[in-house]
Nanobody, 120 residues
């Protein structure tokens, strides 16, 4: 089914920036979309908030209203990596960030997650 590995989380001051990466490997030739989700403490991963995502082949991007103009999702085709550039961060951006890849046949895989903390 493939594997996803996130990296780049950490601590940032409000107004600062972080860049997350999600590296895909294995069977991803039938990938359809990749999305980033944010999970808050006590929340199940599958119920996290959608943050941003893109269509694997076309690269068409979609963003949650709360991050439009601040976050940018992009894909490095050569390295099968999708990055989430997070600028002008706010305390409400904090949480566990997970990338999720949906295959065209409907199967879904998740990464292990990376934590983002935003201090005032």
């Amino acid at each position: 089914q493939g594997q996803l590995v996130e990296s780049g989380g950490g601590l940032v001051q409000a107004g600062g920036s972080l860049r997350l990466a999600c590296e895909a490997s294995g069977r991803i030739n039938n990938a359809h979309t990749l999305g980033w989700f944010r999970q808050t403490p006590g929340e199940e991963r599958d119920l996290g908030d959608f943050v941003a995502g893109l269509t694997w082949r076309s690269g068409r991007q979609v963003y949650a209203d709360s991050v439009k103009g601040r976050f940018t999702v992009s894909k490095d085709t050569a390295n099968a990596t999708v990055c989430l550039q997070m600028d002008s961060q706010r305390p409400e951006d904090a949480g566990g960030y997970y990338c999720c890849l949906d295959h065209a046949e409907g199967t879904r895989i998740w990464g292990q997650g990376t934590q983002v903390t935003v201090n005032l």
